[in-house]
T-cell receptor, first 115, second 112 residues
Framework: EAGVAQSPRYKIIEKRQSVAFWCNPISGHATLYWYQQILGQGPKLLIQFQNNGVVDDSQLPKDRFSAERLKGVDSTLKIQPAKLEDSAVYLC?????????????FGPGTRLTVL | QKEVEQDPGPLSVPEGAIVSLNCTYSNSAFQYFMWYRQYSRKGPELLMYTYSSGNKEDGRFTAQVDKSSKYISLFIRDSQPSDSATYLCAMSLPSGNTPLVFGKGTRLSVIA
């Protein structure tokens, strides 16, 4: 079974530039999550999709971050404009269902550095 | 007080040692408790999962939950160099669609 795919793996940009990350979840997984993991911290949920609808985006900084999941499969996360404090690893995860107990499978992450 | 507290380490032990990793939490409503392992430059992977209180054993790994103390533990027996990773505790509420709340992670090194 193929895992969660993410690209790019690394990205370096200057502040105020924009950037986009892509995620392809495990086939058949209805729920997709984007997490932000700052160095030395645990992952923090940014947004959760079930199929192509948003379930939870309460911690997404909506003035600069946006995400979409067209057709309930792939997803993109965008930051515009980026700030220094956005430097982090952005992890995508997926699960078959959406309950609290459902195992989430994580991708390798995109490491973003904002200069 | 943060919802989930976890000592970031680093923790360094010799091969074969018993490792104890711990988290404390403040929200008594948490019911699902997980331990994730994260290797360098990789995403977290689920290691152990426990519902409510009690113990769960899987090979060299044992997870314990003490809800009365709001304290969870992960024990690794006969630790191996391949166990060197960051271990993240995570927990969630019982209702559906509630997000996982992660600890900071403890960085473990097992020295051969």
């Amino acid at each position: 079974e193929a895992g969660v795919a993410q690209s790019p793996r690394y990205k370096i940009i200057e502040k105020r530039q924009s950037v986009a990350f892509w995620c392809n979840p495990i086939s058949g997984h209805a729920t997709l999550y984007w997490y932000q993991q700052i160095l030395g911290q645990g992952p923090k949920l940014l947004i959760q999709f079930q199929n192509n609808g948003v379930v939870d985006d309460s911690q997404l900084p909506k003035d600069r971050f946006s995400a979409e999941r067209l057709k309930g499969v792939d997803s993109t996360l965008k930051i515009q404009p980026a700030k220094l404090e956005d430097s982090a690893v952005y992890l995508c995860a997926s699960s078959f269902l959406s309950g609290s107990a459902d195992e989430q499978f994580f991708g390798p992450g995109t490491r973003l550095t904002v200069l | 007080q943060k919802e989930v507290e976890q000592d970031p380490g680093p923790l360094s032990v010799p091969e074969g040692a018993i490792v104890s990793l711990n988290c404390t939490y403040s929200n008594s409503a948490f019911q699902y408790f997980m331990w994730y392992r994260q290797y360098s430059r990789k995403g977290p992977e689920l290691l152990m999962y426990t519902y409510s209180s009690g113990n769960k054993e899987d090979g060299r790994f044992t997870a314990q939950v003490d809800k009365s103390s709001k304290y969870i533990s992960l024990f690794i027996r006969d630790s191996q160099p391949s166990d060197s990773a960051t271990y993240l505790c995570a927990m969630s509420l019982p209702s559906g669609n509630t997000p996982l709340v992660f600890g900071k992670g403890t960085r473990l090194s097992v020295i051969a």
